[in-house]
Antibody
Framework: QVQLVQSGAEVKKPGSSVKVSCKAS????????INWVRQAPGQGLEWMGG????????HYAQNFQGRVTITADTSTSTAYMELSSLRSEDTAVYYC?????????????????????WGQGTTVTVSS | QSVLTQPPSVSAAPGQKVIISCSGS????????VSWYQQFPGTAPKLLIY???KRPSGIPDRFSGSKSGTSGTLGITGLQTGDEAHYYC???????????FGGGTKLTVL
């Protein structure tokens, strides 16, 4: 059974950084992309970015450009999402989710068909 | 403001049918797949529909998806109280080079 297992909850100070991990089982890294989606309390889903591990290429949402870095370690089948310059508005549950990488004219995209396996979520609280 | 537009809420009686719409543009739904997710409070989203109209293994055929032009729809028939949840649509947006979601629709089964 394919699983994505995320690291535990974090409490951070404003201005600091957080790095969340997402370990995949099975052949996820050979054939899939890993996306990061966050959900602030009482709010909807927000796509942050994604990576296609076999190509080591990442896409980022404009809202997070310059503050988020998504990486993947194929040797351990683990993806990472690091968010810097944290502020209180970054308090949210952060999810990793896999999708089959979609490639067509214009390149490959980490979110293309639908995210079929999700991690359990990591709560990040930013508070002074 | 979400790039994809969904109604904030829909409601229907048990056993009835409900349709949830997801409106986009040519830069997203018009040229890319729509997927749909179900989310219960405190849990991770669950994929209901991918590739516009396909159901993953284990998803009942009470759930269906379709796409026409720049809009997608999720249909749920034979409503059950256990279907009460938030539903989200998502797609890729070529103008933003990013994934995008709708704001979510809360389904109430009266």
């Amino acid at each position: 059974q394919v699983q994505l297992v995320q690291s535990g909850a974090e409490v951070k100070k404003p201005g600091s950084s957080v790095k969340v991990s997402c370990k995949a089982s099975g052949d996820t890294f050979r054939s899939y992309a890993i996306n990061w989606v966050r959900q602030a309390p009482g709010q909807g889903l927000e796509w942050m970015g994604g990576i296609i591990p076999i190509f080591d290429t990442a896409h980022y949402a404009q809202n997070f450009q310059g503050r988020v870095t998504i990486t993947a370690d194929t040797s351990t089948s683990t993806a990472y999402m690091e968010l810097s310059s944290l502020r209180s508005e970054d308090t949210a549950v952060y999810y990793c989710a896999r999708d089959r990488a979609g490639c067509s004219g214009g390149g490959c995209r980490p979110y293309y068909y639908g995210m079929d396996v999700w991690g359990q979520g990591t709560t990040v609280t930013v508070s002074s | 403001q979400s790039v994809l537009t969904q109604p904030p809420s829909v409601s229907a009686a048990p056993g009835q049918k409900v349709i949830i719409s997801c409106s986009g543009s040519s830069s997203n739904i018009g040229n890319y797949y729509v997927s749909w997710y179900q989310q219960f409070p405190g849990t991770a989203p669950k994929l209901l529909i991918y590739d516009n109209d396909k159901r993953p293994s284990g998803i009942p055929d009470r759930f269906s998806g379709s796409k026409s032009g720049t809009s997608g729809t999720l249909g749920i028939t034979g409503l059950q109280t256990g279907d009460e949840a938030h539903y989200y649509c998502g797609s890729w947006d070529s103008s933003l080079s990013a994934g995008v979601f709708g704001g979510g629709t809360k389904l109430t089964v009266l």
